[in-house]
């Protein structure tokens, strides 16, 4: 069974910085497709960024030039760096990981690995 650990979650002011680690537990698994998503109170869930094993990325338009992932494929841990934070940015982040995709997707649904979510706020 594969489950990811995801750290580096906590409070901040607006402005302030966080990263965010993920990584797999348990048997060794290759993630050939990492995701971030984020779930606010009352929000459904919303995709933030994928990177690929071969380093194609996407970010949400929400995020972009603030947020910056990266990965360390001989660590096997993916990196999302958050910068220039704002109170909107308040959610809990999940990691989800997946083998090759055809086409690498921003819908949860498409992937089958999951964290148990950190939680980021953003507050004065």
């Known amino acids: 069974q594969v489950h990811l650990v995801e750290s580096g979650g906590g409070l901040v002011q607006p402005g302030g910085s966080l990263r965010l680690s993920c990584a797999p537990s348990g048997r060794a698994f290759s993630m050939f497709v990492v995701a971030w998503f984020r779930q606010a109170p009352r929000k459904e869930r919303e995709f933030v960024s994928f990177?690929?094993?071969?380093?194609?990325?996407k970010y949400a338009n929400s995020v972009k030039d603030r947020f910056t992932i990266s990965r360390d494929n001989a660590e096997n841990t993916v990196y999302l760096q958050l910068n220039s934070l704002k109170s909107e940015d308040t959610a809990v982040y999940y990691c989800?990981?997946?083998?090759?995709?055809?086409?690498?997707?921003?819908?949860?649904?498409?992937?089958?690995?999951w964290g148990q979510g950190t939680q980021v706020t953003v507050s004065s």
């Open positions: 990177i690929t094993k071969n380093g194609s990325i």
């Open positions: 989800a990981a997946s083998g090759p995709m055809m086409v690498v997707t921003t819908t949860p649904d498409d992937y089958d690995y």
